[in-house]
């Protein structure tokens, strides 16, 4: 595709509940960034994705964060037992190179909120 | 929290009037990039300023970086109410590389 897509655009979740955001990276793009941005803050960093071996999640929260990315394109963020204070965008974006050197492309994001 | 230091939060100026925000960071970085982010939407890249760089142009922009200091710029001349948006510095660190630190952003509106 031409940029990075993320679906869904927007999900509503009970608290307890899990949920799957998924991202589309560019093609053949090397390096996959989960993000999360509360409203009004930049985004902060969840993980990183180097093909696909996830090379630092130490931004992960909780262990009720998980990402892959087991094709090294696709990946997947999962969250379990959503809690209120899950609630943010989460931002995936790519880059052609390996780690935080270059340009990121960023997708448009998936709003979560969890009631 | 894992975010930088930007100022100021926000900036209200009139079409045409130049645009200065301002970026600290605590370690040493491999790079320095400044992203926009229209409302409701992603980010998107502006300018990235390596760490061996002290100043780069692209268009209206105008970056510079200062590593004894920890603090870069960004200069955004001539501005137009398209320039309406929020903008972020993001800091690659020199060890790892893998983790991208953003700022908290500087709220830009520019009055046609």
């Known amino acids: 595709g031409a940029g990075v897509s993320q679906s869904p655009r927007y999900k509503v979740a009970k608290r307890g509940q899990d949920v799957a955001l998924r991202c589309d990276p560019i093609?053949?793009?090397?390096?996959l960034f989960w993000y999360q941005q509360a409203l009004g803050q930049g985004p902060e960093f969840l993980t990183y994705?180097?093909?696909?071996?996830?090379?630092?999640k130490s931004g992960l929260p909780s262990d009720r964060f998980f990402a892959e990315r087991p094709e090294g394109s696709v990946s997947t963020l999962k969250i379990q037992r959503t809690q209120q204070e899950d609630s943010a965008v989460y931002l995936c974006?790519?880059?052609?190179?390996?780690?935080?050197?270059?340009?990121?492309?960023f997708g448009p994001g998936t709003r979560l909120t969890v009631l | 929290s894992q975010q930088g230091e930007e100022d100021p939060q926000a900036l209200s100026i009139q079409e045409g009037e130049n645009a200065t925000m301002n970026c600290s960071y605590k370690?040493?970085?491999?790079?320095l990039q400044w992203y926009r982010q229209n409302s409701g939407r992603g980010l998107v890249h502006l300018i990235l300023?390596?760490?061996?760089?002290r100043e780069k142009h692209s268009g209206r922009l105008r970056v510079t970086l200062d590593t004894s200091k920890k603090s870069s710029s960004l200069l955004i001349t001539a501005s137009r109410a398209a320039d309406t948006a929020s903008y972020f510095c993001?800091?690659?660190?020199?060890?790892?590389?893998?983790?991208?630190?953003f700022g908290a952003g500087t709220r830009l509106f520019v009055k046609a």
């Open positions: 994705f180097q093909n696909e071996a996830q090379l630092d």
């Open positions: 093609s053949g793009h090397v390096s």
């Open positions: 993001a800091q690659t660190g020199n060890t790892g590389g893998f983790k991208t630190i």
């Open positions: 300023i390596r760490s061996n760089e």
């Open positions: 974006a790519s880059s052609a190179t390996s780690g935080g050197y270059n340009e990121q492309f």
């Open positions: 370690t040493s970085i491999n790079n």
